[in-house]
């Protein structure tokens, strides 16, 4: 009877962990699936600056367009899946100005979030 207590006890508290550990996960996911929900609009231009958490493009008028970028954000460019595998191959992480230079022309998707334009993607033209 105590073994049996025993497993179930161990049982219900592997049950937990597993169930707190997917948490921030389902957080991540409710956060992807509002961002889906949100109209999707576009910008083209030329890239006047580029960092490791925004691009700066400027439009065929000359307004300028401030885009935040995050790990979420999704670079399309040439080259670039070698470009990713030689930073894996140094463990080391592909950020957008490994990518995206000034003076590129780029064609970004992008969401508003909170009052902030959020780059989806950046496709290099």
Do not use: N
Not at 4 to 33: E, I, N, R, Y
Not at 62 to 68: R, S
């Amino acid at each position: 009877m105590k073994a049996l207590f025993t497993c179930m006890a161990v049982a219900m508290l592997a049950t937990g962990a597993s169930a707190l550990a997917q948490a921030p996960a389902a957080d991540a996911g409710a956060k992807a699936h509002s961002a889906a929900k949100m109209p999707t609009m576009s910008a083209t231009g030329t890239v006047k600056s580029v960092a490791a958490d925004s691009v700066v493009v400027t439009d065929k008028d000359g307004k300028d367009w401030t885009f935040a970028v995050d790990t979420a954000t999704k670079v399309i460019a040439k080259g670039a899946s070698h470009k990713s595998a030689e930073k894996a191959a140094e463990h080391e992480k592909l950020m957008i100005t490994d990518m995206v230079k000034t003076g590129d022309k780029v064609s970004v998707k992008y969401h508003d979030m909170d009052g902030k334009m959020h780059a989806a993607s950046v496709r290099v033209l």
